[in-house]
């Protein structure tokens, strides 16, 4: 990396969450290290700043890593103070943290994650808003609120057991148990484990080559796969249909035929 491209992504030392562009891509980093990147309100504001700017049409796609040795770690529960505590501020706080989680979710483009640590309860669940997940070989996965009595309220409950499979998401719920990266690639969750000292490497090389494909395209993908566990093979068939036809009504099909025809590299516009 170079010392602009670093200057970019640590643009606002000291926020718990930071965000720039390396070419194409946004590279947003949780910057809470010394309290193993938990999500407060101001990790959460941070994320939806993240959003807003992986929705402009010049970010092709968005890498979300850690920094220190977690991922994310969840919700910071020591900001929670009080024997009684509030439980209307609570329901905001989660609230808030699933909107965010969910406007991760539906970008339409893809969202990696850097997995270089810990992952866990809402941390794993903004891994699990992810769509290819990279994981260093130090990453550990766990849902976790079962060892606090607490219930997942940004998506785990729903999206695990899409993700690894009802049985070994009521083992990792019932159990709040860490489980390795690489116990989940065969599940298809996490995409792949590389070691420590390459994750960056890794990342900028997957992320850099989804920046160079057509963005018309991956947004349409991403939507009819995000939809296809909702819908019937024949409603799923149709809507394939029908985006083709669309699809094939736009430039990036002229960019793309010519540049196989020249034997180049197509090169899409935003």
């Not at 093979?233 to 699809?247: C, F, M, N, S, V």
Request: proline letters at 5%.
């Amino acid at each position: 990396m170079s010392a602009t491209e670093a200057k970019a992504v640590d643009a606002e030392p000291g926020a718990a969450v930071s965000f720039g562009m390396r070419g194409k891509v946004l590279w947003v980093h949780l910057q809470r290290p010394e309290v193993l990147n938990a999500i407060n309100p101001d990790m959460v504001d941070g994320l939806h700043r993240a959003v807003d700017r992986a929705e402009q049409s010049d970010v092709r796609a968005v890498v979300v890593r850690g920094t220190g040795r977690a991922f994310c770690a969840g919700a910071d529960l020591v900001e929670v103070p009080g024997e009684e505590p509030d439980v209307g501020r609570i329901e905001a706080i989660v609230d808030r943290v699933a909107a965010v989680v969910n406007r991760i979710a539906a970008l339409p483009k893809p969202v990696i994650a850097g997995v270089n640590g810990i992952a866990a309860a809402g941390g794993l669940e903004l891994v699990l808003a992810c769509d290819i997940v990279i994981a260093s070989e130090q990453a550990r996965f766990a849902d976790a609120h079962s060892n606090y009595g607490l219930l997942p309220g940004a998506g785990g409950a729903a999206r695990l057991p899409r993700a690894v499979g009802p049985n070994l998401a009521k083992r990792l719920m019932f159990t709040g148990e860490f489980v390795s990266a690489e116990e989940l690639v065969p599940t298809g969750f996490v995409t792949r484990v590389v070691a420590a000292d390459e994750l960056d490497r890794v990342l900028t090389e997957v992320s850099e080559s989804l920046a160079a494909r057509s963005p018309r395209v991956l947004a349409a993908m991403k939507r009819m796969v995000d939809a296809a566990g909702d819908v019937t093979l024949k409603d799923g068939l149709a809507a394939e249909a029908d985006t083709l036809r669309d699809y094939l009504r736009t430039r990036d099909v002229l960019i793309g035929l010519a540049a196989f025809r020249d034997g180049t590299r197509p090169v899409f516009e935003d």
